[in-house]
């Protein structure tokens, strides 16, 4: 027997107490340690020397902080049960992450989910059903799903479990600080459960040792993992594309991904953009431009992110009318631009001094409910002033106030020296009081 029948009555005071007893004071930690105390005086030792010593009082009390939509109250109450040597039951996790999808709360969600993983408690069909509608409300079922698809090769050939253990190990990758180490942990364990599959798993563990370093021993490593047969795929040569982008490596990501051609394997939109991106940081421009051409030719269209970079690239390099063209076949495609979009070219079109491109961007930004920032209001002034237009310039510089967008440095000083230039000292001495006024300063 889990307790003597003189200890009974005891037990049944805990869950009585927790019957009347007003749900703030739960969050109290010393109401907890007297369930634990009731709990392990009542108790027998051998039964207490077990590792998994599960008393319902605790899925009760965790119930009922879920059922009052508590999740990050519910799971502290988790982590400190665990702390003080008894574990939480399957259905008690399921109601809490049920109950944080409920409220939207996905962070929540899956850093419960991390935490029962770590635990060694796995998931079962209400889990796992659980986890895709957290994936739906999040929009990011499709995305992980074509993941999956780009690392076993074929659609449709994996199961929710497979889905649901990727899409964990796919947000532990996407925070800033990322514990690998742990991340590694995970991975070996749903492996060991066969909850992730041998590809994805694997495909995984090198994705996660890319980003931990040592990019030349990772490739070896990987070379002979495909020695002894492990698949190749499109999701692992990406992997290594990027950090060769990122480390500056350009030729050696080429190299990959026309090697991927050879074999067959189909190159998708992260792919490219790595290159793309990896080109223009380079400022290798022209191999840049036939790369982006290239991903436009398959069907595929670059995110705002990776346009962005090109643009800007581009247009300081005085290429704007290109960047304006592919703009143009782009919009066609559904592409959005952003107000970065709008701003790049704006500032290519007034290096250039070509005052009706200006003009045309800013009003397209306007047509489109955009605001236009300081620097585009910078970029036009400066324009404007360069070509003696200063009626022009004062325009947009009262526009720009309108809008409570301060000027700087750059917009002051250009509009005093063209007003020097042109005889107009007293509107010049009022813009230099004007800015003293701001306390403005040389950067």
């Known amino acids: ?59 009760l009390l965790i119930k009922t902080y879920a059922k009052a939509r508590l999740p990050d109250v519910a799971f502290a109450v988790c982590r400190y049960v665990d702390e003080n040597g008894f574990c939480v039951g399957l259905s008690s996790f399921n109601a809490l992450l049920h109950v944080a999808v409920k409220c939207s709360r996905f962070e ?11 635990k060694r408690i796995y998931p079962n069909v209400v889990t ?24 076993i090769g074929k659609r449709n050939s994996h199961s929710p479990s497979v889905i649901v253990n990727s899409s964990l190990i796919l947000r532990m990758l996407e925070k800033e600080e990322c514990e690998l180490v742990k991340l590694v942990t995970l991975l070996k364990r749903l492996l060991q459960k066969n909850l992730i599959g041998d590809s994805v798993a694997y495909s995984l563990t090198v994705h996660v040792k890319v980003r931990l370093g040592d990019l030349d021993y990772v490739f070896e490593m990987y070379n002979e993992m495909v020695r002894r047969g492990f698949s190749e795929n499109s999701f692992v040569y990406t ?69 962005d970079k090109v643009a800007e690239k581009l247009c300081v390099n005085g290429d704007v009318e290109k960047v304006n ?44 409910s955009m605001c236009p920032g300081l620097r585009v209001y910078s970029s036009m002034i400066q324009c404007f002033c360069r070509l003696g237009k200063l009626d022009d310039a004062e325009k947009y510089l009262r526009i720009m106030k309108g809008r409570s967008l301060v000027p700087n440095v750059t917009i002051y000083e250009t509009l005093i020296t063209a007003h020097m230039q042109k005889g107009n000292g007293d509107r010049a001495l009022q813009l230099r009081n004007e800015m003293a006024s701001l306390e403005l300063q040389h950067c």
Not at 261 to 283: F, N, P, Q, W
Not at 330 to 349: A, C, E, Q
């Open 128 to 151: 796992l059903r659980i986890l895709i509608d957290a994936l739906c409300k999040e929009g990011l079922l499709q995305r992980n799903v074509d993941t999956v698809d780009r690392i």
């Open 239 to 307: 992997s290594f594309i990027r950090v060769f982008c990122e480390k500056g490596r350009v030729d050696e990501a080429i190299g990959l991904m026309r090697e991927m051609e050879v074999k067959g394997l189909r190159a998708y939109g992260e792919t490219y953009e790595c290159v793309i991106v990896g080109c223009a940081d380079s400022g290798r421009l022209k191999e840049c431009w036939n790369i982006f051409e290239e991903m436009l030719s398959v069907g595929f269209v670059p995110s705002v992110l990776a346009f």
């Open 1 to 59: 027997m889990l307790f003597s029948s003189s200890n009974h009555e005891s037990i049944k005071f805990a869950f009585e107490l927790m019957d009347f007893t007003p749900i703030d004071m739960y969050l109290s930690l010393p109401v907890i340690d007297s369930f634990i105390n009731i709990i392990y005086t009542n108790t027998s030792d051998s039964v207490l020397s077990g590792s998994h010593f599960h008393p319902p009082v605790f899925d």
């Open 108 to 118: 929540t969600v899956w850093e419960v989910y991390g935490y029962m993983i770590e």
């Open 325 to 368: 063209e592919i703009l143009t076949v782009l919009l066609d495609k559904g592409f959005l631009p952003s107000d970065v979009t709008y701003s790049h070219l704006i500032n290519g079109y007034a290096r250039n001094d070509e005052v009706q491109g200006v003009l045309k961007m800013y009003y397209e930004m306007e047509y489109k």
